[in-house]
T-cell receptor
Framework: DAKTTQPNSMESNEEEPVHLPCNHS???????IHWYRQLPSQGPEYVIH???SNVNNRMASLAIAEDRKSSTLILHRATLRDAAVYYC??????????FGKGTRLSVIA | DVKVTQSSRYLVKRTGEKVFLECVQD?????MFWYRQDPGLGLRLIYF???????EKGDIPEGYSVSREKKERFSLILESASTNQTSMYLC?????????????FGSGTRLTVV
């Protein structure tokens, strides 16, 4: 499994954009980059995934570096409901998802 | 809205009891998983299943077994509950094992063994 490095915690003001970084320098060519988040007292929730190109959906945007050794999850306007632990996971599908420690995002009103 | 439903949100059991944690998904997914989550240790995979009646051990299967008699239901069994099995248990499913598919998780069962 590719090793990931994420900040332990980040803080954002409400209504402002948030950029959550992830380093995955040992990612293999077949790994997609998945992001999940876990709200307090809930199970993880799929957010977005991509392989090489940047991706957008209703929840977030994913920016992937050209060398694929890092990626950034972008929340365009953070709300209090976005306070959660965010996990970045390189995933090939060959084995089940492996979760690291993630980044705990706090959103300040 | 597609769902993974875990039968209990909170459960308190006594040491030595046999405990069943039930998980049902309504998405016709082939693949189902059980994780446990503990502070400081993150999510760890206990067992998973790629099809009815089949199971695979995850990273921490000791003290657990599973049952998958129907496609939609995946049960986690604690044969003889111990206090070190006090944890949050999370069930997940996915339609395909390909890297282009995400997992859907249930809300979790917080089990306390006393």
């Amino acid at each position: 499994d590719a090793k990931t490095t994420q900040p332990n915690s980040m803080e954002s003001n409400e209504e402002e954009p948030v950029h959550l970084p992830c380093n995955h320098s040992t990612i293999s060519g077949t790994d997609y980059i998945h992001w999940y988040r876990q709200l307090p007292s809930q199970g993880p929730e799929y957010v977005i995934h991509g392989l090489t190109s940047n991706v957008n959906n209703r929840m977030a945007s994913l920016a992937i570096a050209e060398d694929r050794k890092s990626s950034t999850l972008i929340l365009h306007r953070a709300t209090l409901r976005d306070a959660a632990v965010y996990y970045c996971i390189p995933y090939s599908g060959n084995t089940p998802l492996v979760f690291g420690k993630g980044t705990r995002l706090s959103v300040i009103a | 809205d597609v769902k993974v439903t875990q039968s209990s949100r909170y459960l308190v059991k006594r040491t030595g009891e046999k405990v069943f944690l039930e998980c049902v998904q309504d998405m016709d997914h082939e693949n189902m998983f059980w994780y446990r989550q503990d502070p400081g240790l993150g999510l760890r995979l206990i067992y998973f299943s790629y099809d009815v009646k089949m199971k695979e051990k995850g990273d921490i299967p000791e003290g657990y077994s599973v049952s998958r008699e129907k496609k939609e239901r995946f049960s986690l069994i604690l044969e003889s509950a111990s206090t070190n099995q006090t944890s949050m248990y999370l069930c997940a499913s996915t339609s395909s094992l390909g890297p282009n598919y995400g997992y859907t998780f249930g809300s979790g069962t917080r089990l306390t063994v006393v």
